[in-house]
C-alpha cells in the first residue's frame, strides 16, 4: 500500500498534459470476459492550497467481480503503481471510491489509471481541466451536504469523499465481525424532509452499504445495504471473511440524492474500515 495508509497519495512528478477522458466506452455490458474503465468524477481543491481528484470505475461484467492487484494490470502512473486505488471490482458503476491529491503546482500535468481484466486493457488520464470541477462536501445549487458517519458513540466524523481509514478492527476466519456506524444527514439551512409519498423507497437519512475494497479473500456482508430512519442512529452489518490477512472495507452513505448525486459528484460519502483477519 502506498504511505499515509495507503488511501491518498501526494504527487510530485507528472507527464504530459492531457485532456481528461471522462466518457465511458460504449461497450454493452455482459455477464463475464469484458472490460472494466476507471472513471474521473472530477477535482476539487484542499485547504493546503492542493487539489484531490475523485476517482471511481464501471466494471461492465454484470456477474463478474474481480480481484486485480496492484502491479501491471492495476497502476497509477506516473509514481509508484500503488496510489490507493481498489484491488476489488464490484459489478456496475462505483462512484468516488479513491482520490487521488496532487500538489498546488500540478498545472496540466496527468495522472492516469489503467486497469487490465479479461485480457483488455482501458486507461483513463486525469488532470485539473477547467471543465471538470466538482463541489463534493456542498451541493451549490440547494445547499445539500453529505451524511457524517462515525465508528464509535460520540467518535470522529467523516464525511463527503475517502480521505483514510475511520476504524480498525481485528477478526477470525469465518468468524462475523461487527461493523457499527452511527449515521447523520445535515440538512442545508430552510430544508424540510420532502413527503415519503416523493421519496419513495429512499431512507429518511441515508442508505449505508458495505464494500469488499481490497483483501486476499472473499467478504460476505449479512446486510449489504441498510436504510437509516432516524437522525444519529446506529446500524450494524456483519462481515465474514474466508481467508486471513489485511482488507480494507468500503463504507458508503447516500442520502436521497442517491448514487452519484444524479451527476453533480454530491452527496454522499465513501470512507474505510481496515480488518486484520487471522
Known sequence: MAASLGIVTSWAVAAGA????TSLPLDP??????????????????????????????NRNTKEALDIPVGPNNRIEPGAPDQGQPTHFEIGRQWGVFVVKVPKDFGTRTVTWTIVSNGEAQSVPFTLNKGYPVSPYKELGMG??????????????VTGPPVGVSASL??????????????EDPKA???????????????KVATVSFHKFRGPGKVT????RIPVDQEGAMISAAATFDAPGDYLLRVQANDESGEGGFGFQCCWTNTYVKVTVQ
Do not use: C, H
Not at 170 to 183: E, H
Not at 221 to 224: I, Q, R, T, V, Y
Open 144 to 157: 445539500n451536504r453529505p451524511p457524517v458517519l462515525a465508528f464509535s458513540q460520540g467518535g470522529a466524523k
Open 29 to 58: 455490458p455482459r455477464e463475464r470476459g469484458t472490460s472494466i474503465t476507471p472513471a474521473y468524477e472530477g477535482w476539487y481543491a484542499n485547504p493546503d492550497g492542493g487539489f484531490s481528484m475523485l476517482i471511481g470505475y464501471y
Open 18 to 21: 492531457q485532456r481528461p477522458q
Open 221 to 224: 456482508f449479512d446486510k449489504g
Open 189 to 203: 439551512p430552510g430544508e424540510a424532509e420532502a413527503p415519503p409519498a416523493l421519496l419513495g423507497p429512499v431512507a
Open 170 to 183: 481485528t477478526a477470525t476466519v469465518n468468524q462475523p465481525v461487527a461493523i457499527s456506524v452511527w449515521v
